[in-house]
């Protein structure tokens, strides 16, 4: 009777050190898992003041950036300058301090670039500048009201705010959605009259077309566009000087889904999150097909680490500060 006792006494201890030893395992898997996510968080833990600066300075010399110039690209033509980086490691480490210390709380001064977009003149722009991880969704509406309401609630479930150029004619028959777009904090731009080739008119009808449209949106909504979106991307030298004359940047698209010819949604997804990158303007239109595959595009490129911003915050200068 003796033996089958012991065994299960035995049994018992091995189960008990079995458990502790699991139990252990996966603790240091769930610490080495947030070590992978939170590395500032794991690698200050026990940290003393001395220490605490040391990993700031060498932060510092990681995340210092110099301010990069606008350029007027062969290519591209204008691409935003970017605000350099300087790291101020001593506020730094009062913020982090002062904030408890559990995540280094970054302070950093913005440096301004010496060539700025204004500074190119009258330029076309396609794109943002390359080393912001952003992007900005361009809505053309030139016609029908029916599929915005749908996409007015996909782009406030993921707290996006896209740029929606309006059509003159259509703000004038539409003026309530018009208010509608600019109460949900989108921005609205300027995208002619009467949706005209803008290419082959002349400069008094071209500022006709531009500031009839700023008109309309302002005793719509209360907002004087300054951007503008020719129609079909058709414009020649003279357009893009008229915008400019009016205070208006002439804004065109790095990425088109083409999506008036209402293909699958699945075509449009294709086109956007294949060739997604850094500064990409994003022009598409409310369609059927678009405000299916809004849905996916927005998640897909956020899931992707993109950040979903306005036409005119891609072409800022202000370099976004690490968040640690």
Do not use: C
Request: charge should be positive.
């Amino acid at each position: 009777m003796k033996r089958p006792i012991y065994f299960l006494t035995l049994t018992k201890r091995h189960l008990l050190l079995g458990m502790a030893a699991f139990l252990f395992l996966v603790a240091g898997l769930v610490i080495g898992g947030q070590q992978k996510q939170l590395p500032v968080v794991a690698a200050m833990s026990g940290m003393n003041d001395d220490a605490l600066k040391k990993r700031i300075e060498l932060l510092a010399k990681e995340y210092d950036k110099q301010p990069i110039d606008a350029v007027n690209d062969r290519v591209w033509r204008g691409i935003p300058g970017l605000n350099g980086l300087k790291v101020d490691v001593e506020a730094t480490y009062r913020k982090t301090k002062a904030e408890g210390g559990e995540r280094i709380a970054i302070v950093a001064e913005q440096l301004p670039p010496k060539v700025h977009l204004k500074d190119l003149g009258p330029v076309p722009i396609y794109k943002g500048n390359a080393q912001k991880k952003q992007m900005a969704l361009m809505i053309n509406v030139a016609w029908g009201t029916e599929y915005l309401p749908d996409m007015l609630a996909t782009l406030a479930k993921h707290q996006v705010k896209a740029t929606f150029f309006l059509d003159g004619s259509w703000t004038k028959k539409n003026p309530e959605m018009a208010k509608q777009i600019a109460m949900a904090g989108h921005e609205l731009g300027n995208h002619a009259y009467s949706h005209p080739d803008m290419s082959r008119m002349g400069v008094s009808d071209q500022v006709r077309q531009i500031t009839r449209t700023n008109a309309v949106i302002q005793e719509a909504t209360g907002i004087s566009p300054k951007l503008f979106a020719p129609p079909s991307g058709a414009y020649a030298d003279s357009t893009v000087e008229t915008a400019h004359s009016q205070g208006m940047q002439t804004i065109l698209w790095t990425l088109d889904t083409v999506d008036w010819k209402k293909p699958p949604a699945a075509t449009i997804v294709d086109r956007v999150t294949s060739r997604a990158e850094n500064g990409a303007l994003v022009l598409m239109h409310p369609t059927e097909p678009t405000r299916e595959a809004l849905r996916t595009i927005v998640a897909t490129l956020t899931k992707k680490g993109y950040e979903l911003v306005t036409v005119s915050e891609l072409l800022d200068e202000k370099r976004p500060v690490p968040n640690l």
